[in-house]
């Protein structure tokens, strides 16, 4: 089973619905990421996590929220969709071992349209 | 001016054929360098990291660090179809979670 889980894949959805993006993980990291993907930009750092407790935003997090439900699950909200928050969206996940860098590893992604 | 700049490609060479790959930044507070390589439709997974300056070889690939050029590459020897991607550089100051990515470069590796 993958370490880095997200649901759904694929969404379609239309401008002013809320939509939730999920991600769950196995790797037993205290911090979780979310970013978005947009061709010619790269990615795109929305919100992080460093613990349950412990929520911050991103270059990015205009539109967005986010909820750390649980140790492995942290959750991306978009209150209200609009067009230009089609995208890729992945989840991170990493542990900072002393000594090493914060490296992290990504979920398979949420393709995301909004029309 | 970006932090990071990596020329997006796309990039084809012939199976077999030694690929380089280049980024290019600006901050010289980069100690850790990253190399993740992403298939259609995948998340981008982690290929190698790089402390500071200097090369790291992993079978196939070579990640090398010039610090005095700001300039980082990842050479793949031997290409194989399978290697046909795109290859996203990574960067950090020491121990931060802030990572810079580049925009990444796709490759076709043709048989």
């Known amino acids: 089973d993958a370490d880095v889980t997200q649901t759904p894949r694929n969404r379609i959805t239309k401008t002013g619905k809320r939509i939730m993006l999920e991600c769950s993980q196995t790797k037993g990291h205290d911090r979780m990421y979310w970013y978005r993907q947009d061709p010619g930009l790269g990615l795109r750092l929305i919100y992080y996590?460093?613990?349950?407790?412990?929520?911050n935003k991103g270059e990015i997090s205009d539109g967005y929220s986010v909820s750390r439900q649980a140790q492995a699950k942290f959750s991306l909200s978009l209150e209200s969709a609009i067009p230009n928050q089609t995208a890729l969206y992945f989840c991170a996940t990493s542990d900072l071992t002393s000594g090493s860098t914060d490296t992290q590893y990504f979920g398979p992604g949420t393709r995301l349209t909004v029309l | 001016q970006k932090e990071v700049e990596q020329d997006p490609g796309p990039l084809s060479v012939p199976e077999g054929a030694i690929v380089s790959l280049n980024c290019t930044y600006s901050?010289?507070?980069?100690?850790?360098f990253m190399w993740y390589r992403q298939y259609s439709r995948k998340g981008p997974e982690l290929l190698m990291y790089t402390y500071s300056s200097g090369n790291k070889e992993d079978g196939r690939f070579t990640a090398q660090v010039d610090k005095s050029s700001k300039y980082i590459s990842l050479f793949i020897r031997d290409s194989q179809p399978s290697d046909s991607a795109t290859y996203l550089c990574?960067?950090?100051?020491?121990?931060?979670?802030?990572?810079?990515f580049g925009t990444g470069t796709r490759l076709k590796v043709l048989a």
């Open positions: 996590s460093f613990d349950v407790k412990d929520i």
């Open positions: 901050n010289s507070a980069f100690q850790y």
């Open positions: 990574a960067m950090t100051t020491s121990g931060t979670y802030k990572y810079i």
